[in-house]
């Protein structure tokens, strides 16, 4: 399975997740497909760091699109969210924080140190209000620090779901809760199959794709509502 493949079954599930939540507002099973999206992104990412030519370039297209991306994505969680909740930065500055704390651990030659710092990083997601909060950034971080693990990034991914929606099984026990935790350990069956191929060249569809669709679905949630 290509780079390319893993990024269009990405986005797929992304829109599946932001249909349900622009156009059906309320949990339906196109979110329970959405937790596929995101660890897919994050492996992108940890792939993106080992594989970029040119770090600082890498880091400034994810702060440009974050910046691009900021009005459609506030406007989108303005159709579900109310308050300090609309607040939140976009996917890529999730992304860029992870890219971050990866850099920090590579290069501070100190292991431990090395770690400390990027943990802060992966917590700073919590000050910056990014989406996915300190969890998404833990879990870039985690693909790359197990990557010569067998099963590192099924252990990254467990580590993120436990993360997410342990507390709830634990404490509002529910079928959706369960069933967001299992598929959201389905990108590691996916990644198990990647083959390191990059697959048809496709250097800023994601980029694009990501303000382009939340505009889409905030027009159309005012011309289609199914709720």
């Known amino acids: 399975m290509s780079s390319f493949l893993l990024k269009i079954i990405g986005m797929i599930t992304m829109l599946s997740d932001h249909i349900g939540d622009s156009l059906v507002r309320s949990f339906s099973f196109f979110n329970v497909i959405g937790r596929i999206a995101f660890p897919l992104f994050a492996f992108q990412m940890t792939q993106g760091y080992i594989y970029t030519k040119n770090f600082k370039k890498l880091c400034g297209k994810l702060f440009l699109f974050g910046l691009i991306s900021q009005i459609p994505f506030m406007l989108f969680l303005s ?6 909740n609309i607040w939140t930065l976009n996917i890529f500055f999730t992304l860029l924080l992870g890219l971050l704390a990866i850099f920090c651990y590579d290069k501070i030659k100190n292991r431990f140190l090395g770690i400390v710092a990027s943990l802060f990083i992966c917590l700073s997601g919590e000050l910056f209000r990014v989406d996915y909060g300190a969890y998404g950034v833990l879990l870039i971080f985690l693909f790359y620090l197990w990557k010569e693990i067998p099963i590192g990034f099924f ?4 580590v993120f779901a436990i993360l997410r929606y342990g ?20 990108p590691s069956i996916l990644i198990a199959f990647y083959n390191k191929k990059e697959g048809p060249k496709t250097k800023y569809l994601f980029y694009i794709f990501y303000p382009a669709h939340l505009l889409i679905l905030y027009g159309l949630s005012f011309l289609l509502p199914l709720s």
């Open 79 to 84: 159709l579900f969210q109310t308050g300090e």
């Open 155 to 158: 252990l990254a991914n467990f």
């Open 167 to 186: 507390p709830y099984m634990i404490f509002m026990p529910s079928l959706r809760y369960i069933l967001c935790f299992i598929f959201t350990l389905v």
